[in-house]
């Protein structure tokens, strides 16, 4: 098992992890980098594994136990392959000696370094690291969790439930082996549902000859066994048979186990013309077999054409950008990046406005480039048919190719457009409660898109742009315009306040004596202001005085009302509000009330107290439990507490509070009775 030891000495638990003693994994398919690649209708056998281990390993529900740690991949095998149609993946991983048990872990690694299974939890699949000896693997019977490190004879289960894995995904499986004295094992795939072999029958592809017609690349149509290739070449042959292979390599098979590009030499260059190459059976009696054993077809070709290297010119310019401050040439063969003069001094470009190359380079990979990059001093703002003239040496430095061809001189015409810019104008039609607002802009520069988005709603794309606002809003305006080549965005942030909108406060209830107070908080754009105190008087200012209601001897009832007006725009709006004149402002706490819903005399509080500051009110019952309390005047007690209605009875009342005008303290008390 590949896990923690643990040992018991004087009564200590001590955990020892066993990568101190382990070898560093260096043979290929050690590593998760060279591991081999699977064919799912063949069983691999393992009788030797070298000794080893890496970095540890971490267990879903296992590494994160307490007392434990992630657990090492001691001694391993990986296995890789790729799922071609989704499914179930069963496998059985047969140990060769009947006293040794083998742990596993799947990953799906597709899209990432498989070496990211050290550092990222989230790739793991499902795995197995039972103690218990015998075969172990994936099936239909397996539990559905992964088994923890545990140790014989305690019969943990070995088998895994059978995960499912989706087509396009690449997996790696991980098999490793505690002890170090270990037989081996065998691994077969079955049972499940998932296809793991690549369906394709073996191709090749196409094949392209280098400058010189002695080297010639083969591509083909999936991954080979490294050793179906024989060193000479003896699989390869050409038709006509004007020359004849002496090598064929790979650039993988170093560091791996398959291949899908062969590198083959000639004796001699082909001349000019069109060949075959023919696969036959080699040396070692086959052709080129895929990693399920299947080999391409005897006697199957594909063909070549070769033609004497020339000089070459480029075949186009790339589409210039908005306001370009680079030019890039393509062309049909590599480009020698040692051979570009980095000044840019074979090239000019003329047109509209004038244009200084500062540089020249490429997106060089071993000294070549399939394009080159022209800097330009400034970004290019004008639109208008500019030309590159390319004058290859003129400065005493060639400019050659991969094949060692200069490339030729020639002009080359390319377009730029204009900038553009995004501001935008619009107009106000203002109203009462809404205004209509309408945004445009110009069109200049060729301008061919509009997106208006108003206060994030949905974008509106129309040249011009009308819609209809509060007029009492702040509202948030972006335009994006385009030609298709430049694109531009402006905002603005358009508040409107011309709403014509009446308000004010004032107090509801005031003593006989004292006058009303308003305080005006109209909003909008206001011309004129009317008050009407109910039928005894009116007002034009905006803020106007005090007003001094009638002293009747009773409690009266009064409307004000507060109209605003607009002329420009022909608005006008209205606000009222009552107004409660006490009869006094005598504080007077009745002596007995009648809470039994008949509207008369229900409630019980201090009347009047409109000039008591800091008020408090209480009611006690004869046992000193408090019944009510309020700092409100006008806070009434409805003879209940907790909505239970209390009996009738005699009650006692305190009153505390600071008189407004004298502003002294004052105190009362008194009794009242409840009568039901």
Request: aromatic share 10%; with cysteine.
């Amino acid at each position: 098992m590949t896990k923690l030891k643990t040992l018991l000495i004087t009564g200590c638990l001590i955990l020892f992890s066993v990568a101190a003693f382990s070898q560093t994994c260096t043979t290929l398919g050690q590593t998760p980098s060279t591991a081999f690649p699977v064919c799912g209708t063949t069983t691999f056998n393992q009788s030797t594994v070298p000794l080893c281990a890496t970095n540890d390993i971490f267990v879903p529900g296992c590494s994160n136990q307490p007392g434990s740690a992630n657990y090492q991949n001691k001694n391993p095998f990986f296995y890789k392959f790729h799922c071609y149609v989704s499914g179930t993946l069963g496998f059985l991983i047969k140990p060769l000696a009947a006293n040794e048990d083998y742990d596993w872990q799947l990953w799906d690694i597709t899209g990432r370094n498989p070496n990211d299974i050290f550092t990222v939890p989230s790739l793991v699949v499902t795995g197995n690291w039972s103690g218990t000896y015998g075969n172990t693997g994936a099936s239909a019977s397996g539990v559905n969790y992964i088994q923890c490190a545990s140790f014989p004879p305690d019969n943990a289960p070995t088998f895994a439930q059978m995960p499912n894995l989706i087509a396009g995904h690449d997996y790696l499986l991980m098999i490793s082996h505690f002890t170090d004295g270990q037989s081996g094992y065998d691994l077969s795939f079955g049972e499940g549902t998932a296809v793991i072999t690549d369906p394709k029958v073996p191709k090749m592809v196409s094949v392209s000859p280098d400058c010189t017609g002695t080297v010639l690349t083969l591509l083909l149509n999936k991954k080979f066994r490294c050793p179906s290739l024989t060193g000479n070449g003896s699989e390869f042959s050409i038709s006509p048979a004007v020359t004849t292979v002496v090598s064929a390599a790979t650039n993988t098979c170093a560091s791996g186990f398959d291949f899908d590009t062969v590198t083959i030499t000639l004796a001699s260059a082909v001349p000019a013309g069109t060949y075959d190459l023919v696969i036959n059976n080699g040396s070692d009696a086959n052709t080129l077999l895929d990693l399920c054993g299947l080999s391409i077809a005897v006697n199957e070709k594909v063909s070549f054409t070769y033609a004497p290297p020339q000089p070459i010119r480029a075949d186009s310019i790339g589409k210039a950008p908005c306001a370009p401050d680079s030019v890039l040439i393509y062309y049909p063969k590599k480009i020698k990046c040692s051979s570009i003069t980095a000044s840019g001094s074979d090239f000019a470009i003329t047109g509209p406005t004038p244009v200084t190359i500062t540089g020249a380079s490429g997106n060089c990979v071993n000294d070549l480039t399939s394009y080159i990059i022209l800097k330009l001093s400034a970004p290019i703002y004008t639109k208008g048919v500019y030309t590159v003239t390319i004058q290859p040496g003129i400065d005493g430095s060639p400019i050659y190719d991969a094949c060692g061809q200069p490339i030729l001189p020639q002009s080359l015409p390319f377009t730029t457009a204009d900038t553009v810019n995004a501001d935008f104008n619009f107009i106000t039609k203002y109203g009462c409660r809404t205004d209509t607002l309408t945004f445009s802009h110009n069109g200049a520069h060729d301008v061919n898109y509009w997106s208006w988005v108003v206060n994030s709603n949905a974008p509106v794309f129309t040249q011009n742009h009308t819609l209809v606002l509060p007029a009492s809003s702040t509202n948030n305006v972006q335009l994006t315009v385009s030609n298709g080549t430049c694109t531009d965005t402006s905002s603005t942030t358009v508040v409107l306040d011309n709403e014509v909108k009446a308000s004010f406060t004032m107090d509801s209830y005031i003593c006989p004596e004292d006058k009303l107070s308003v305080t005006n908080t109209s909003t909008g754009l206001i011309d004129a202001y009317l008050w009407k105190y109910d039928i005894l008087g009116t007002s034009t200012l905006k803020d106007p005085l005090p007003f001094q209601f009638p002293t009747l001897n009773r409690e009266a009832y009064y409307t004000v009302k507060l109209k605003v007006f607009n002329f420009t725009l022909g608005c006008s709006d209205s606000a009222r509000r009552t107004l409660t004149v006490l009869d006094h402002c005598f504080i007077a706490v009745p002596t007995a009330f009648t809470p039994n819903n008949d509207g008369l005399n229900d409630t019980f509080w201090p009347h009047n107290a409109l000039k008591a500051d800091n008020l408090e009110f209480r009611v006690y019952n004869r046992w000193g439990q408090l019944i009510f309390q309020s700092k409100s005047w006008r806070d009434k007690w409805d003879g209940k507490l907790k909505g239970v209605e209390q009996p009738a009875d005699v009650y006692v009342w305190m009153l505390r509070y600071v008189n407004r005008d004298t502003k002294q303290p004052v105190f009362e008390k008194g009794t009242v009775m409840l009568i039901r």
